[in-house]
């Protein structure tokens, strides 16, 4: 194995700045970030569409807690069922931000989010948004997905901050030591991520010049889901077990995820009459 001093030694302080005595960790700040990249993104293509901005508008408050909410509980119940769900105040911890110990309720921010559950609660949401604006449901969702691996992009660096979410043990010459978890090198499972992401937008940004007139046809949807959950699902190789019954299964909780969502997505890039349905604006 190679020396240590060959790989990345990673120990960022987590708190990015303080406003008084609260402090704003980087993971907060990425996520808030990757958010409003997407809002802008999504607000230039409804702009080249020609979309109304009174359907703009309520836009972000959907995909906001839709995000926020299904993220929160897909963590509590794809990843720690057996915590949350065995009292009355670990379910309370669930939906706030807050945590009960020897002292009383401590507020300690949402520790846990999980990104299958976050993109099942974009989904919902983007339902619900659809029935309230009456639009086409698939064009809502195309132009959404566009815009979407700007998000994933910095969550993930928010979690490399957080030095969460850690790889393998591994001798690649880039290989990332956690001080935070240990002294043993690791894959950056958060960076490959990251990168990977960033690089799945812009090839968004070209499928959507080339073949604007998709654009309501359910196929930039079905990219996104096939290409994000593909990758997370080979990427999940070289990432430690994040909770100890995955130590027992022979594809872990992330990778079982992903399957369901990168066969919706196969299918929606193929299309179908089921899909043209879907989509039809309500009378």
Known sequence: MMSLLAYIVWNPNPVAFHLGHLGVRWYSLCWLIGLVLAYFVVKWLYKDQHVKDEYF????IYCFFGIIIGSRLGHCLFYQPDYFLSSWDHVVEMFLPIQHT??????VGYEGLASHGGTIGLM???WLYYRKTHMNLWQVLDDIAIA???????IRLGNLMNSEIIGKVTDVPWAFIFEQVDKMPRHPGQLYEAMAYFVFFFVGLWL???????VGTGFF???????????R???EFTKDIQVAFEAGLSLNMGQLLSIPFVILGVACMIGG???????????
């Open 57 to 60: 508008d309520p836009l972000f």
């Open 102 to 107: 020897a002292a009383g309720w401590k507020f």
């Open 124 to 126: 919902i949401a983007l």
């Open 148 to 154: 979407t691996p700007t998000t994933a992009c910095f």
């Open 208 to 214: 959507y010049k080339k073949y604007k007139n998709k």
């Open 221 to 231: 949807f079905g990219f996104c889901l096939t290409s994000i959950f593909t990758f």
């Open 233 to 235: 699902f080979f990427i």
């Open 273 to 283: 009459k089921w899909m043209n349905k879907l989509g039809a604006k309500k009378s």
